[in-house]
């Protein structure tokens, strides 16, 4: 019951989020993109204008919400997926109220579809709450004096997602024929001068586009190709961050017969190199779990995962409350390896832009990954929806660079400095989790109160003089 009514309580209380879009984003005469092979050519387009196809690399959060707003802002592109099919691996997703605006201006349609699809918390009164932080220790404070306290803000909305249901309300948005599956990128070779790229699949067959848009993630081809030539190759492999994180995603009921009236409502549990994060999903019928150990040594093992046991697991969280221990081996005992990219100098080159993971993956503390890839997208299809010819493309990459990269690399230090504060790393805060809290009701403001409109004005504005500049 107390499932039923949150949702109810939430659907209510968003009865303006249709309203959110403006005129803006309002969708034009959408045309249905074709792929890359049966394209006509840039010069047989019906108008005075060279015609702009765009190959979208991967299909993860990304890529999807950049081509749901290359619909709606008519740009033709096609999507080069590597995997057989539509990827329903995954666990849960956070989403700030940044992120929901963002997919209102990408598409009213697609943030309504996500309202049926998220969860809240499960207590109607903490609706406004982000996580309520607690002490990893056992007793989880209590022999402190310590009681969850919230942190959060009146502009947020807890909201969270299976990462499956999000991509399946993406993927409903597209039509089949602009995706390509079996797609792994191996090369990609630009010709700015002629306004076509090359791509090269591991299948052996090549296609060509006006320009490519890498969503393929941190480990993806595309940075490679972009920092490599602009002069920073020292920033194309990613970072390892410090820390491995152990996910699992059980059941409401599992997390509510261990952790009683700490389960439900989105928790974060801090302490001495460890941080865990619960918080439901799935309509509220599953608990997602990201556990995080943190640690001096480099990742030593060839992969980024990592198999142990569950000896190793319960090692890592020895100073942790063991009710929160036993929910967190209820998860397949293999540690996932967290690297990010602190530092990249330029998201595009030539024909070739980065978007989402492949230009700035980061550190999951301040549930920004997914977010920022969604404002990415937002900014980057509105940008492209107001380019006529393949010779504006540099001054429409350079806006979008000019715009998202300042914003996106601010979110990756906050968050790597973010994780130092809960495993109380940070010697300003330790283990004083009074001030922990009260930085944390402070420091997400500038991420979730940020101004997309304004930001869609300032890369029409930048394009446009980087446009007359040429």
Request: some cysteine; charged content about 20%; glycine content about 8%.
């Amino acid at each position: 019951m107390g499932v039923v009514l949150s949702r109810l309580w939430r659907l209510l209380g968003r009865s303006l989020s249709s309203k959110v879009a403006t005129s803006a984003q309002a969708p034009t005469n959408i045309k249905s993109a074709e792929s890359v092979e049966s394209c006509p050519s840039q010069s047989s387009t019906s108008s005075a204008n060279s015609f702009i196809h765009i190959a979208i690399v991967g299909s993860g959060i990304g890529g999807l919400s950049l081509a749901v707003g290359c619909l709606r802002n008519n740009v033709s592109f096609t999507i080069y997926e590597s995997a057989a099919q539509y990827s329903v691996i995954g666990a849960g997703v956070g989403l700030g109220p940044n992120a929901l605006r963002a997919m209102a201006l990408i598409s009213p349609e697609l943030r309504g579809l996500y309202d049926t699809i998220s969860s809240g918390n499960l207590s109607q009164d903490k609706l406004h709450v982000a996580m309520e932080a607690l002490y990893a220790e056992p007793g989880f404070g209590s022999n402190r004096g310590w009681t969850p306290q919230p942190f959060g803000a009146p502009c947020y909305e807890r909201t969270s997602a299976h990462r499956r249901d999000l991509l399946n309300i993406l993927t409903s948005q597209i039509p089949a024929n602009v995706v390509q599956f079996n797609k792994r990128v191996t090369e990609i070779q630009q010709f700015p001068d002629e306004g076509r790229v090359v791509l090269s699949f591991a299948d052996g067959t090549t296609a060509t586009a006006t320009a490519v848009i890498g969503c393929d993630g941190v480990k993806g081809v595309s940075r490679g190709v972009v920092l490599s030539p602009a002069g920073h190759p020292e920033e194309v492999a990613p970072v390892f961050s410090g820390k491995y994180a152990y996910r699992s995603i059980v059941p409401m009921a599992t997390a509510e017969r261990l952790l009683g009236d700490y389960a439900g409502d989105a928790k974060c549990f801090n302490g001495p190199n460890v941080n865990v994060m619960t918080y439901p999903i799935s309509s509220g019928t599953e608990c997602n779990i990201v556990a995080c150990k943190f640690t001096d040594a480099p990742w030593m093992h060839p992969q980024w995962t990592h198999r142990v046991t569950e000896e190793a697991v319960r090692a890592d969280f020895s100073n942790v409350d063991e009710r929160l221990v036993t929910l967190i081996t209820c998860a397949e005992p293999v540690q996932w390896a967290l690297h990010h990219h602190i530092q990249t100098s330029i998201y595009y080159h030539g024909l070739v832009c980065l978007l989402g993971d492949s230009a700035h993956a980061t550190t999951p503390h301040q549930a920004s990954g997914a977010s920022m890839s969604i404002e990415d997208a937002l900014i980057l299809s509105h940008v492209l929806g107001v380019v006529n010819d393949w010779k504006e493309l540099s001054a429409a990459f350079a806006a979008y660079d000019a715009v998202r990269r300042p914003r996106a690399q601010r979110i990756v230090r906050t968050s790597q400095e973010l994780g130092a504060i809960y495993a109380c790393q940070d010697p300003h805060y330790g283990e004083d989790m009074g001030k922990i809290v009260k930085n944390l009701n402070e420091r997400f403001l500038w991420i979730w109160e940020h101004d997309l409109g304004a930001d869609m004005k300032s890369v029409r504005s930048i394009f446009k003089e980087k446009k007359s500049e040429a």
